[in-house]
């Protein structure tokens, strides 16, 4: 069975030599630019004229359970007319750092990464931008803690230790959880993977982590419950989430083609509120669990359509980009606190990189 959920940027090491990927070199370079260019890209979008084709769409995947298996299992873009003689190219990938080495490589066109390797990738100058949102982070990752533990709160975690996987989501909102409750430097952290955090808890070598699905429900099977959730981060405006890239040359070539997969993904979504069993049996004959794992799995994401992607708390509309462009560069922030860069760019060029020309075209006037 493959797991669900993979979310951590394991491939990145925690020094800033590796973790900034290929880079390094580019950081300083971009970190001096004014954003124009991404500006000037992100006006780009809008679909007039010719349909222009590629003759393949490349597109990166993990095994996440939101709307994009649905669009793979109906087989919606392969079947859309308007990309008839287009070759649509699906790619499995583990973790968000593997999708920003695919996209630096030119072999993916739009792929998933999470917010915080989207984070890292335009801080390293890739270049790309966010034309759709997959699914906001909720019950899905959460911090468990053995009931046997004592702990009873974040403030229980004082001279405690909590397992990790270093530079993901997961790790942004316990940090961030720990700043605004006065805990950093006070709980030490243990930089582990979610299989590996799995087995030291059977073991009883932790009693606390901030884990993903499925792991996190295994911690909860074995004597566990929920302290704090990544949902509860969020409506404290530490947003976390897997967002879909696009690279900038592709949707500037090819805007019709962007603006239609974008109509599919929010097809997905909509089936999903309009018939979740269908929608759960899609995702489970993709990722071989079963429709009911599926859907419990599915209902602990929050999944955005296209309207309420548009408003002003997330992508926004051309011209007056949303919130989701300050979320990126806080957690750029975070990652120069935590190391794994020097520096980053101006805030522009996150402003930039959100663009939601390609949904706003395709839900039409």
């Not at 769409?57 to 003689?85: C, F, M, R, S, T």
């Not at 533990?149 to 974040?154: A, D, E, P, R, V």
């Amino acid at each position: 069975m493959k797991k669900v959920g993979s979310r951590g940027l394991w491939a990145l090491a925690a020094t800033t030599a590796i973790g900034i990927l290929i880079f390094t070199a580019v950081i300083p370079t971009i970190a001096s630019k004014s954003g124009d260019t991404y500006a000037t890209a992100a006006a780009a979008g809008s679909c007039s004229g010719s349909f222009a084709k590629p003759q393949a769409i490349h597109l990166a995947y993990q095994v996440i359970p939101n709307g994009d298996p649905i669009v793979k299992h109906e087989k919606w873009l392969e079947n859309d007319p308007k990309l008839k003689g287009v070759s649509i190219d699906w790619h499995e990938f583990n973790a968000g750092a593997d999708v920003n080495r695919a996209v630096a490589a030119n072999s993916v066109d739009v792929g998933l990464a999470g917010s915080t390797p989207v984070s890292v990738g335009l801080t390293s100058g890739l270049a790309y931008q966010v034309p759709w949102i997959y699914d906001i982070e909720g019950a899905n990752e959460a911090l468990a803690v053995k009931k046997s533990s004592g702990i009873k709160s974040l403030k229980d975690l004082a001279g405690k230790t909590v397992a990790v996987t270093f530079v993901s989501t997961t790790h942004y909102s316990l940090l961030s959880a720990l700043k605004i409750n006065g805990l950093l430097g006070k709980v030490k952290l243990l930089d582990m993977e979610p299989p590996d955090a799995l087995a030291a808890w059977q073991r009883g070598d932790i009693s606390a982590a901030y884990m993903w699905e499925p792991t996190l429900s295994k911690m909860v099977q074995d004597g566990g419950k929920i302290v704090l959730t990544s949902a509860q981060m969020a409506k404290q405006g530490y947003v976390t989430g897997d967002l879909a890239v696009v690279r900038t040359a592709f949707g500037k070539q090819y805007p019709c083609v962007v603006a239609e997969w974008a109509k599919q993904e929010n097809r997905a979504v909509e089936l999903y509120r309009s018939n979740p069993q269908k929608a759960a049996g899609d995702v489970a004959a993709e990722f071989g669990i079963s429709r009911k794992q599926a859907l419990a799995e599915m209902r602990e994401l929050i999944m955005l359509d296209g309207k309420e992607q548009l408003g002003s708390k997330w992508l926004g509309v051309p011209g007056n980009i949303g919130q989701l462009s300050g979320d990126l560069y806080k957690t750029a922030q975070y990652l120069i606190e935590q190391k794994v860069v020097k520096a980053i760019p101006p805030k522009q060029t996150f402003t930039g990189a959100v663009n939601p020309s390609f949904l706003k075209t395709a839900a039409g006037p």
